[in-house]
């Protein structure tokens, strides 16, 4: 049988993760798991039911009345929120704003943690997150932590909002991101941090093939070891 290992992948906002993270799942012929996806589907859920998104029993409460499914399709994943595909609607600005102050909950993160680990079980995977080295796959041969200045990071969700006819101002991106990585890397329960045995990548200045290139090498290197 091939040899499969799992690849972790941990950064800020826009670093290039999940990019980055399908390209080297689709060349190695993994799955590609985006756990941000799945903090994203309880917060839309969080929203639109009105619960109290800073009461982690509140957000506890919901979960065991959810169902997220993560369904790989060609190029990445379709996110279903209680059998009803919010792909889509996971990426709006409205839960892009709240989902770090849902994810910051205990309740919350045991339960994701148990479904990921549960996804990466006994295959070849690349899964991108802010805990995943540390936390999700603390064994995963290959640990990357991405990141990039925050003025290239708000710059790309721009430039990626343009496409999609999103207009938010790039200031305000800007502070939306840094805010977030704030809370992200300050929140107790298993915080944005790089892992000890994490390589750190910065992609500032890579194009998204460069990046692809230099993590397939890396796991090359595991593959062979
Ligand atoms: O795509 P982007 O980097 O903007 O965000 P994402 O990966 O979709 O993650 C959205 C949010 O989910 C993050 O800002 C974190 O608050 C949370 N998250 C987390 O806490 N742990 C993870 N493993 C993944 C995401
Ligand atoms: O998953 P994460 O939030 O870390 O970032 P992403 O959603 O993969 O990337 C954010 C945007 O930056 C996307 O539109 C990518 O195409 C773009 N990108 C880039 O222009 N250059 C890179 N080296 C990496 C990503």
Excluded: C, W
């Excluded at 770090?100 to 295959?123: C, G, I, T, Y």
């Excluded at 929140?187 to 992609?203: H, I």
Aim: glycine share 6%.
């Amino acid at each position: 049988m091939t040899k499969a290992i799992q690849i972790a992948i941990d950064g800020p906002a826009a670093a290039g993760k999940s990019t980055i993270a399908k390209i080297v799942a689709e060349k190695l012929g993994y799955i590609y798991i985006d756990t941000g996806a799945m903090y994203r589907a309880i917060t839309l859920k969080a929203l639109n039911e009105g619960i109290n998104l800073g009461s982690n029993e509140e957000a506890g409460a919901l979960l065991v009345k959810t169902e997220i499914d993560l369904i790989p399709v060609e190029g990445g994943q379709k996110v279903l929120l209680d059998g009803k595909d919010v792909s889509e609607e996971i990426r709006s600005q409205h839960v892009t704003k709240a989902v770090s102050q849902m994810a910051a909950h205990e309740l919350v993160r045991k339960r994701m943690v148990e479904l990921q680990q549960k996804l990466a079980e006994d295959r070849g995977v690349v899964m991108d997150g802010r805990d995943i080295g540390t936390h999700v796959l603390p064994g995963a041969a290959l640990k990357v932590f991405m990141s990039a200045t925050v003025e290239e990071r708000a710059r790309r969700r721009f430039e990626e909002n343009k496409k999609r006819d999103i207009l938010t101002p790039l200031v305000e991106l800007q502070e939306e991101i840094a805010m977030r990585d704030k809370m992200d890397s300050e929140r107790e329960v298993a915080p944005l941090k790089q892992a000890q045995d994490a390589v750190f990548l910065d992609t500032t200045p890579l194009t998204i093939a460069e990046a692809a290139e230099a993590i397939l090498k890396l796991a090359q290197e595991r593959l062979m070891a």
